[in-house]
């Protein structure tokens, strides 16, 4: 029974398939979900003005930019799975980063938008490597699906946490990632 459901989700090793690439893009969707409420929040707070706030967002966009243009020549001297690797490690940062707080939220937005373009640049190659363009659209309706609840619940669940304790929500992103992670390998 325990290794046709991990064979199911494409947990035993070999060639990953659909279930496996929507699983991994489910943890994902946590990741991203319990963020994109909270940095605006915690940015305010931090900084007590929108212009600085603005500022900031626009050079973490600009380093984000930056970041998914060099993944690919990142990729051509380091195994890709690597580069995934530390991508969702970036994730792991922004969490250990937003649970310090204050001005470090900035270093967790950053460090969250890096890990975006990484792991999305990765992401996309290894699902062109290992799925058959027959089910593509089969692999993007899963990935909807179970991405659904933490894009969903995740900004509501982030906003709730941030009443509890202000690094509360970064334990549910570093946990996210670390399941991400351990399923990717």
Sequence with gaps: MPSRLLRRFGLIPGRPGVQAFAFIASFEAVVRGVSLSIYPLLMYRAWSDAATVSKIYFVVGLVSLMTALSVPMVARHLARRWVYSVGVGLYLLSALFGMLGGH??????????????????????????????????????????????????????????????????????????????????
């Design 104 to 185: 470090y939220t900035a270093l967790a937005l950053a460090s969250n938008a890096m890990a975006t373009a990484t792991v999305f640049v990765c992401f996309n190659a290894y699902v062109l490597d290992n799925v058959p363009k027959s089910e593509f659209s089969r692999l993007e309706t899963l990935r909807l699906f179970y991405g659904g609840v933490g894009w969903t619940i995740g900004p509501v669940l982030g906003v709730w946490l941030l009443r509890i304790w202000p690094g509360a929500p970064f334990i549910v992103v570093g946990l996210a990632s670390a399941l991400m992670l351990v399923t990717f390998w």
